[in-house]
């Protein structure tokens, strides 16, 4: 009986070692198949990284054979590229600056060629640089809507049929005696004549010495006639005193063409309008053209670019009409406007010496 106790027990323990033995290596097995199991993937991920890196290296190749670049190299071409713009940019416009004044023009008209975009206004010395704005309303004309024949006539050839294009003239008493029959037969349709000014320095109101004689000789021969006024005019009071003074002076007369302010800036050191502010100016253009107009004419505004940007602010005045001064068959002034005079050195049969030459654009026929 003990001996066979004894076996038993003898059994059971290597039975159980036994067990433990199978147990291991299981465990073993697994953990080298996991470990297998890891390699091998790794193995796989290596072996797409290589195939991921030569393809890049290929695509790279490819790339640089058909003739692409790095970030940094494409950086560095269009700095070179930048530059080499400017350098002939700069070229071409010094040259075309050159150009212009080589062909007798003058410093304005070559800085204005450059600076297509603004109002270049030259005074005193200085240069005056105003943006182009779509505040106002532009005009529709281009370089080709005019032309000028032999004579210095300006007509008009575009296709706006409501332009009305006549040739008209502006006197006083510099055109001294006029025949005025002669006027009317060489084609003046329209005088516009001084009926005064205000003296820039005393500032006394004064009427023009051939006022009378030049408005009636134009009204017997059948021309049309309206009226200017030089105004010096520094306060509201004035601009009244100055529109009472033109309508009365106008009151026996047929006046179909405008009653023109003309607001220009004297030049003397000692005119009294020097270093008038743009309000004061714009309030006596607008007291000015508000009686006249509450008098049954129609007022309108004279000036040139240097008035009509650095003297008034147009934006408050769109409801009179525009007469530019603009010497030159090409109109440098983009804004709309009625009447355009072009020339100061014309000839018209009649009158002795140079003339005024304007081309209406708005038809003021009665």
């Not at 602010?313 to 002034?333: F, R």
């Amino acid at each position: 009986m003990k001996k066979n106790n004894y076996e038993e027990k003898s059994f059971r323990s290597k039975s159980g070692r036994s067990t433990k033995n199978i147990v291991s290596v299981i465990f073993l097995s697994l953990v080298s198949l996991l470990a297998l199991t890891f390699c091998i993937v790794l193995l796989l991920l290596n072996a797409s990284l290589k195939r991921e890196e030569e393809a890049m290296k290929s695509q790279l190749e490819a790339i640089n054979e058909e003739g692409y670049y790095t970030t940094s190299q494409t950086q560095e071409m269009i700095d070179k590229a930048v530059e080499e713009a400017e350098t002939e940019t700069r070229k071409s416009i010094l040259e075309s600056f050159k150009e212009i004044l080589l062909s007798g023009q003058s410093t304005i008209t070559a800085i204005r060629s450059l600076f297509t975009d603004q109002l270049v206004v030259a005074d005193s010395g200085s240069y005056y640089f105003f943006p182009i704005t779509d505040s106002l309303e532009h005009n529709s004309f281009s370089s080709e809507d005019f032309s000028t024949d032999e004579n210095g006539i300006m007509t008009y050839v575009g296709s706006d049929e409501t332009v009305s294009g006549e040739l008209g003239i502006d006197v006083s008493r510099f055109q001294g005696e006029i025949d005025w029959e002669k006027v009317a037969a060489a084609g003046v349709k329209y005088a516009i004549i001084r009926a005064g000014l205000r003296g820039s320095t005393e500032g006394g109101l004064l009427e023009d010495d051939y006022f009378e004689a030049n408005i009636e000789g134009a009204i017997a021969n059948g021309i049309d006639v309206g009226v200017y006024f030089y105004s010096q005019a520094i306060s509201v009071e004035e601009a009244e005193e100055e529109a009472q003074f033109v309508l009365d002076l106008i009151e026996p007369y047929n006046i179909t063409y405008p009653v023109v302010l003309d607001v220009e800036s004297a030049e003397s050191d000692t005119a009294r309008t020097k270093g008038l502010s743009q309000e004061t100016y714009t309030e006596c253009a607008k007291t000015f053209c508000q009686i006249v107009s509450d008098a049954g004419y129609t007022p309108m505004i004279y000036g040139n670019v240097k008035s009509f940007t650095l003297l008034l602010d147009m934006t408050q005045l769109t409801d009179y009409d525009v007469w530019i001064a603009y010497y030159g068959e090409n109109q440098y002034y983009p804004y709309q406007f009625d009447m355009w005079q072009y020339s100061s050195s014309g000839t018209i049969d009649g009158i002795d010496g140079d003339v005024d030459l304007n081309i209406s654009v708005k038809d003021y026929t009665p």
